[in-house]
């Protein structure tokens, strides 16, 4: 079973709030990744690292940002939440080489 | 650019029977991975196609890949309620450079399995 963690399952906020979502995986992978899925649709890509220190744009433009201070931990902010940006956010991570990706339960936002 | 398209996007079965489920992709991808989906759920993993010709097998799921034409391909057989959710297909490129991994999702398949 993988071990990624994702904080809060739920979170129904304000508009205008600053949020931050939390991802944490104790595998010791070296990458790891951000995906946006709106209900019933196929998740982009919007952050990406492949390691501490390192962070890329993903596929789909996001006014959310990320950092990678530590190997374990990959936290997504949303500086001003905005209704345009309720959705399901699904953290993954992966080993350097390795050829599967673990996902992380997901956090499902909803601003109001 | 790595699309990746499936069909058909809404699929309704019935328990006993059989049905494949396609998965095409626009350019040469590293990997092939399909992942199920149950409603306000994360994914789970269900096979990692690595190679032309792989096939893997799972209870009633069986994956194949066809690198040469860019196709991938899920087959249910003898569907029973339990396999009612969404399917993904997913590739990975490193076309022009490395890939880091990043997966490019097809829309989904809803699949349905009436009794």
């Known amino acids: 079973e993988a071990d990624i963690y994702q904080t809060p399952r739920y979170l129904v906020i304000g508009t205008g709030k600053k949020i931050t979502l939390e991802c944490s995986q104790t595998m010791g992978h070296d990458k790891m990744y951000w995906y946006q899925q709106d209900p019933g649709m196929e998740l982009h890509l919007i952050h990406y690292?492949?390691?501490?220190?390192?962070?890329e744009k993903g596929d789909l433009s996001s006014e959310s940002t990320v950092s990678r201070i530590r190997t374990e931990h990959f936290p997504l902010t949303l500086e001003s939440a905005r209704p345009s940006h309720t959705s399901q956010y699904l953290c993954?991570?992966?080993?350097?080489?390795?050829?599967?990706?673990?996902f992380g339960q997901g956090t499902r936002l909803t601003v109001v | 650019e790595l699309k990746v398209e499936q069909n058909p996007l809404f699929l309704s079965m019935q328990e006993g029977k059989n049905y494949t489920i396609y998965c095409n992709y626009s350019?040469?991808?590293?990997?092939l991975y399909w992942y199920r989906q149950d409603p306000g759920k994360s994914l789970e993993s269900l096979f990692v196609l690595l190679s032309n010709g792989a096939v893997k097998q799972e209870g009633r799921l069986m994956a194949s890949l066809d690198t040469k034409a860019r196709l991938s391909t899920l087959h249910i057989t003898a569907a029973v309620h339990d396999l009612s959710a969404t399917y993904f297909c997913?590739?990975?490129?490193?076309?022009?450079?490395?890939?880091?991994?990043?997966?490019?999702f097809g829309q989904g398949t809803i699949l349905t399995v009436h009794p």
């Open positions: 690292s492949y390691g501490v220190n390192s962070t």
């Open positions: 997913a590739g990975t490129s490193n076309a022009g450079g490395t890939s880091y991994g990043k997966l490019t």
């Open positions: 350019t040469t991808s590293d990997r």
């Open positions: 993954a991570s992966r080993l350097a080489g390795g050829t599967e990706a673990f």
